[in-house]
């Protein structure tokens, strides 16, 4: 920890507020992830914890708040002393740096696992096809489906499909990763093999923010625990402050349940 405090910020979530019709999801929320730093994000269902992560790539917009990646400001731009909405190619371009891996895989249901890889960097970024191809099967073999290229989502189970779509994200060169609940929609026994994968991608140095239910996960790996509750983050600090020792009482029942 004390090298992270000295790394440079990657992430900047600053007074964010997100409405969602009369719902208040979020409701000024801070946050600051340095690079190389692994948060995870815990919270009751509907706590806000998957919109901020959408709110942090711009796929729900903000409305109230900064986000910024690497201090440069996400989804909105200031020009002569007005803030606009930035085109959606703009978002996009920023995009690039945030790797994202959702519940449900969003896998292209009609491309092979090595195309689904492939097609960002190849789409997206330009990249030789050759070059997307040899970098995709370095990346399915390291998530342990170096044999599962040319086979199609329907025939890969589901804890495979997320290692597919972590592969995916990783195949576009983030500076920092996002996942939001990957586990959660998996079968218990896939679960492990898809935390371990996670866990490498941790140890490589990747910046990433975790919504999560494994508190276990949460423990081996985070260099900071988020606790969030109705849109605000209740308390924060390191894996062994907020798990074993929580200063508030809401913080200290929800993890009274999920154990």
Not at 92 to 114: D, K, S, Y
Not at 137 to 163: H, M
Request: a negative charge.
């Amino acid at each position: 920890m004390s090298t992270l405090t000295e790394a440079p910020t990657m992430l900047r979530v600053e007074g964010v507020h997100k409405w969602m019709g009369h719902n208040h999801v979020l409701r000024g929320v801070d946050l600051e992830v340095r690079q190389g730093e692994i948060v995870c994000i815990l919270g009751p269902s509907g706590s806000g914890k998957s919109t901020l992560l959408r709110c942090i790539n711009h796929l729900d917009p903000v409305d109230g708040g900064v986000v910024e990646v690497e201090s440069e400001r996400i989804g909105y731009e200031t020009r002569r002393g007005t803030l606009y909405e930035q085109s959606e190619r703009d978002v996009a371009r920023a995009r690039r740096r945030i790797g994202m891996v959702f519940q449900h895989f969003n896998l292209f249901q009609h491309l092979t696992a090595l195309e689904n890889v492939t097609y960002g960097p190849v789409k997206v970024l330009r990249r030789p096809r050759a070059e997307a191809v040899a970098h995709g099967r370095e990346l399915l073999a390291s998530v342990g489906l170096g044999q599962k290229e040319d086979s199609y989502p329907s025939e890969l189970s589901g804890g495979q499909q997320q290692r597919v779509a972590i592969a995916r994200a990783l195949a576009m060169r983030p500076q920092l990763m996002m996942f939001d609940e990957p586990t959660s929609a998996l079968d218990p026994e896939l679960v492990g093999e898809v935390l371990a994968v996670m866990k490498r991608v941790a140890e490589g140095g990747m910046t990433m923010v975790v919504v999560t239910h494994e508190i276990g996960f949460a423990r081996e790996v985070a260099d900071r625990v988020v606790f969030m509750d109705q849109g605000v983050v209740v308390e924060e600090g390191t894996a062994s402050e907020v798990l074993d020792d929580p200063r508030h009482e809401r913080t200290a029942s929800f993890l009274r349940r999920v154990r």
